[in-house]
């Protein structure tokens, strides 16, 4: 344990990198979920369970001026726009749990109307970002989540566990 204790990983760059690209991403979330839900150990984290991007995957001009922060009307047109959208719908804070055929409802739809689906969710992790506090989803959105995940990750992962430190997204604040 002592050599494990003296690893360092900066959880939240990793996770900020292409957490959609593999399963890994999908189990990290599926483990919050499961420490976070009453009776989420019935979960089967299996074929059924998909990541559903928040700022959807295939982006519209909508999603791109609304994650970016753009003002209506701007052109979304320029690769570094393209590029900086591409990196912050892969950050797992912009990733969430979603069943199967919600998954597919929630497409590219706008961020009202996934909260609807959202909150029909067996995940609560998904429930939970349907929240009224949320009124948008942009750039600080994703990175504060990212952030929650990453320091989720890190006390449900750790060598001692402190449970009364494991809460939600809308019962966390960040660390400044």
Do not use: C
Request: hydrophobic share 35%.
């Amino acid at each position: 344990t002592k050599k494990t204790e003296s690893l360092s990983l900066d959880t939240a760059r990793y996770l900020g990198d292409e957490a959609d690209s593999g399963f890994i991403g999908k189990a990290i979330l599926h483990g919050i979920n499961r420490k976070l839900a009453k009776n989420a150990n019935d979960l089967i984290l299996d074929k059924n369970t998909h990541l559903e991007h928040i700022a959807p995957n295939t982006s519209t001009d909508e999603w791109i001026r609304d994650l970016l922060d753009l003002p209506e009307g701007a052109p979304v047109e320029s690769d570094e726009i393209r590029q900086e959208y591409e990196s912050l719908k892969s950050e797992i804070g912009n990733l969430t749990l979603l069943d199967e055929k919600l998954n597919i409802e929630a497409q590219q739809g706008i961020l009202d109307d996934k909260k609807k689906i959202y909150h029909r969710s067996v995940y609560l992790i998904a429930r939970e970002l349907e929240n009224k506090n949320i009124v948008s989803w942009n750039k600080a959105m994703v990175k504060n989540r990212t952030q929650w995940v990453a320091e989720m990750f890190d006390l449900i992962w750790a060598i001692e566990v402190n449970p009364s430190s494991i809460r939600g997204f809308n019962d966390w604040a960040p660390k400044d």
